[in-house]
């Protein structure tokens, strides 16, 4: 199972990107899909989170702001990231509970980078 992330860059304050994650290999479903992020010296810490069913949670810090979607179908994630501050600044992970034929594991993206300045 391998989960690939695009969508990162470069923008101003104010500004809007999306990111997208994708999962292929050999899944039976997905659990919860998510994004973490990580800042220079800090910890990583969750974004969001998405149920199978749709249901969410996302950080104090990014409500109002951002919204996730998933297509089941697809096994595809999805963060439209608008109003973006200095402080979104990160690599942006991926996170996928994957069910497999060998069981139930966390797989994660390979990150990418959201820079947001002036």
């Known amino acids: 199972v391998q989960l690939q992330a695009s969508g990162g860059g470069l923008v101003q304050p104010g500004g809007s990107l999306t990111l997208s994650c994708a999962a292929s290999?050999?899944?039976?479903?997905?659990?919860?899909m998510g994004w973490y992020r990580q800042a220079p010296g800090k910890q990583r810490e969750l974004v969001v989170r998405i149920t199978s069913g749709g249901s969410t949670n996302y950080a104090d810090s990014v409500k109002g702001r951002f919204t996730i979607s998933r297509d089941n179908a697809k096994n595809t994630v999805t963060l439209q990231m608008n109003s973006l501050k200095f402080e979104d600044t990160a690599v942006y992970y991926c996170?996928?509970?994957?069910?497999?034929?060998?069981?139930?594991?966390?797989?994660w993206g390979q990150g990418t980078q959201v820079t947001v300045s002036s």
């Open positions: 290999g050999i899944i039976v479903s997905i659990n919860d």
């Open positions: 996170n996928a509970k994957v069910v497999a034929p060998w069981g139930v594991r966390d797989y």
